[in-house]
C-alpha cells in the first residue's frame, strides 16, 4: 500500500516559518491528490492544504490560506509544506496523507490513507 512519512516540524516562535515535507515510500502516490492535516491536543483533525496529483491545483484552509504554500515533487515523492507567519493556534501535529481515489480533489479526512505517524509543529507566542 505504502506510506507517508511526514518530517520538519519542531518548535518556533510565532512569526516564524517551517517548511514541512511527506515523503512517500513503497509506492509512488503521482495519481493521488495529496493533503496536510493537523491535530491540536484534544481537537479534531483538521485540513490544512491539498496539492493534486498533477501539482498544477491546491487548495487550503482559510485559516492558512495566504500565509502556506503546498508543492509536490513527483521525481522525488516528495510533497512539501510551508507555513509563514506562524502563529500560536497552528500549534498541533501535522499529518500527510493521499486520496483513496486518483484524479480527484477532497479535503475529507476520511478519504485519505497511508498516514504517518506525524510531525509535531509547537508556536509559542
Known amino acids: 500500500q505504502g506510506q507517508l512519512v511526514e518530517s520538519g516540524g519542531g518548535l518556533v516562535q510565532a512569526g516564524g516559518s517551517l517548511r514541512l515535507s511527506c515523503a512517500a515510500s513503497?509506492?509512488?502516490?503521482?495519481?493521488?491528490?495529496i493533503a496536510w492535516f493537523r491535530q491540536a491536543h484534544g481537537k479534531d483533525r483538521e485540513f490544512v492544504a491539498a496539492v493534486t496529483w498533477s501539482g498544477t491545483a491546491t487548495y487550503y484552509a482559510d485559516s492558512v490560506k495566504g500565509r502556506a504554500t503546498i508543492s509536490r515533487d513527483n521525481a522525488n515523492n516528495t510533497v512539501y509544506l510551508q507555513i509563514y507567519s506562524l502563529k500560536p493556534e497552528d500549534t498541533g501535529l501535522y499529518y500527510c496523507?493521499?486520496?483513496?481515489?486518483?484524479?480527484?480533489?477532497?479535503?475529507?479526512?476520511?478519504?485519505?490513507?497511508?498516514w504517518g505517524q506525524g510531525t509535531q509543529v509547537t508556536v509559542s507566542s
Open positions: 496523507g493521499a486520496d483513496r481515489e486518483e484524479l480527484r480533489l477532497t479535503i475529507s479526512a476520511d478519504a485519505y490513507d497511508s
Open positions: 513503497g509506492r509512488t502516490f503521482s495519481s493521488n491528490t
